[in-house]
């Protein structure tokens, strides 16, 4: 199979999955029995039309990832990692670095309304984390294809 | 941001009176990918060094020359 069969393949794939997510939806919003065997200590039970889409969905992201990725040219896929790896690194050290300095002189990082609890403090770090390296990410990911422009 | 390699693709992609676009649908690469290879700022992987050869009939060396 050559590059532009294997890409249209790929696109294929893509759409047929979509197609499935779309069906999976409609499943996960009538099925609106109790989840048979959830533990107790989980709280109250989800429908099972909610968890069955919630795995379809995880399924549905990580095929996606896959044919995306496959689909992409080499020069594309190598601009994700140099991306990936600096922009991500980068903006991970510079993020963090950022966020510790700012706790340090006392600025309260929390947005209003949330109470300052062990928890949201580490989703705050958790999210911080995340946005620098997704930030850092594009820049590099831009930075990557500008530089061959 | 330049590579090693000078290449002969532009020159090869003029003749046949292609444009960028026309060259990357039949290699099955973006426009960009092309216009990066043929400013030398991006290295061709092997197979595709040889797509390239293919497409235009030429040995590898005639088109990347060091």
């Known amino acids: 199979m050559n590059t532009a069969t294997k890409t249209a393949a790929d696109k294929k794939k893509m759409d047929d999955l979509t197609v499935g997510l779309c069906a999976l939806t409609v499943v996960g919003v009538s099925a609106t029995a109790a989840t048979p065997f959830w533990p107790a200590t989980w709280g109250q039970a989800p429908s099972i039309g909610v968890v069955v889409l919630a795995a379809g969905l995880a399924v549905f992201l990580a095929l996606h990832t896959l044919y995306w990725w496959r689909a992409l040219d080499e020069a594309a896929q190598e601009a994700h990692k140099w991306a990936w790896w600096w922009g991500g690194n980068l903006g991970f050290i510079v993020g963090g670095a950022a966020v510790v300095?700012?706790?340090?002189?006392?600025?309260?990082?929390?947005p209003a309304g949330l109470p300052h609890t062990d928890t949201a403090l580490i989703a705050l770090g958790v999210v911080a984390a995340f946005a620098a390296q997704a930030v850092g990410y594009g820049i590099a990911w831009c930075f990557w294809w500008t530089a061959r422009r | 941001m330049t590579s090693d390699?000078?290449?002969?693709?532009?020159?090869f992609r003029a003749e046949r009176n292609w444009t960028q676009a026309d060259l990357a649908e039949q290699l099955g690469v973006s426009r960009q990918t092309v216009q990066a290879l043929e400013k030398g700022r991006y290295d061709p992987s092997l197979p595709l060094a040889f797509r390239i050869a293919r497409l235009f009939g030429r040995p590898i060396e005639a088109i990347f020359v060091q």
């Open chain 1, 101 to 110: 300095i700012a706790a340090l002189n006392g600025v309260d990082l929390l």
């Open chain 2, 5 to 11: 390699f000078v290449n002969r693709l532009k020159v």
